[in-house]
């Protein structure tokens, strides 16, 4: 009997009717700038009008080992929209208007009904974020993966005037900072929350009284997006100087990505109530404070840097527009070249 791509492990008719039925989800998310469809080799996406020296802004990431819990769980439609958020919320820290997301689905055996749930998220996190889902590749890679398992990556692709770029340089000691919360964990630090949950003997279905749902229901909350938070900051005429993705490395590991040499931040921790997730994950580790802070969100999802006697401006703009908002800290002086993760202080 001669041998197939079929028998070796490819299926692709199943590739065919993925492609049939994401096409519409795709339609759903497109911009005005998009001038192609889903199907061709490549994506066309035109610039936007009216931007003077426009500069494009590229990001990439995946959502790590939170795909286990969406494995465990059977849930897939919520990993989608973490894709695109951990990649849409770094490029918009620059101040860029995102514009289209790929997305690289990769599976041992193609389930179509599963890719279909996690591209449909995908959408969700592009409407979100107000991008076209221009297109993204399925691979169908037996031996690759293990059965029912799959990996995701994303790519996002944003625009900004040359002008308006924040890069933080304008920063200056005395600046507040405004922060914004996060859902819960997003999605970071989740091989530190999966061993923990396994130490306290909960697996994915039990009920957790003080988070008042399943602990797979908590862990797979979907990242925010930040996008039309930051349309409001930038559309208020605010001194905005540098916004932080708070991802893998928690304040401390980013903060300090956006800010010159020279400058630090002081967070005042006690500024708001950690969501529940955080106390139980510390307590039932137990997991030390220090290391808390280096891993998880704790609660922020997006700092501000904005100027000084701004900030309760800002927090009162972002309110008018539905999004929660506090004042955390204040950009300080530190001596140069002093550690990267020692130029955050907490009180």
């Not at 900051?233 to 010159?260: E, Q």
Request: with cysteine; aromatic share 6%.
């Amino acid at each position: 009997m001669a041998i197939t791509y079929l028998s070796a492990g490819v299926d692709s008719e199943a590739g065919d009717r993925l492609v049939e039925r994401i096409a519409p989800l795709a339609r759903a998310t497109r911009i005005a700038e998009v001038v192609s469809d889903v199907g061709g080799f490549a994506g066309l996406c035109r610039v936007p009008d009216g931007l003077a020296e426009p500069v494009l802004v590229a990001g990439t990431d995946g959502v790590g080992t939170k795909l286990k819990v969406a494995f465990e769980t059977g849930v897939h439609d919520t990993v989608g929209i973490d894709l695109v958020a951990m990649c849409v919320n770094d490029v918009i820290t620059t101040g860029a208007r995102p514009l289209f997301f790929l997305d690289y689905f990769a599976t041992a055996k193609l389930d179509v009904a599963v890719a279909e749930a996690v591209v449909r998220g995908i959408a969700d996190g592009c409407r979100q974020a107000g991008c076209a889902l221009l297109g993204g590749e399925t691979a169908e890679l037996p031996g690759m993966y293990a059965e029912g398992e799959y990996d995701l990556a994303g790519f996002a692709v944003g625009v900004v005037s040359r002008s308006r770029i924040l890069d933080g340089s304008k920063a200056q000691a005395g600046d507040a900072i405004v922060a914004l919360p996060s859902s819960g964990l997003h999605s970071n630090g989740f091989s530190l929350a999966r061993r923990v949950f396994e130490a306290m003997r909960l697996g994915m279905a039990d009920r957790v009284p003080e988070l008042g749902r399943t602990v797979g229901e908590a862990l797979l909350t979907p990242t925010r997006i930040y996008a039309r938070a930051v349309v409001a900051l930038l559309d208020a005429d605010l001194p905005l100087r540098a916004l932080c993705h708070v991802t893998g490395g928690g304040i401390p590991g980013n903060l300090p990505r956006v800010l010159p040499d020279g400058l630090g931040a002081r967070i005042d921790l006690n500024s708001y109530a950690r969501a529940p997730i955080f106390e139980v994950l510390a307590r039932g580790g137990p997991v030390a404070e220090d290391e808390m802070r280096r891993v998880f969100n704790l609660g922020v999802g997006l700092l501000a840097v904005i100027g000084r006697g701004a900030a309760d401006r800002a927090v009162a703009e972002l309110a008018r527009r539905g999004e929660q908002a506090w004042i955390i800290g204040e950009v300080a002086a530190v001596p140069r070249d002093t550690p990267f993760e020692e130029r955050v202080s907490f009180f």
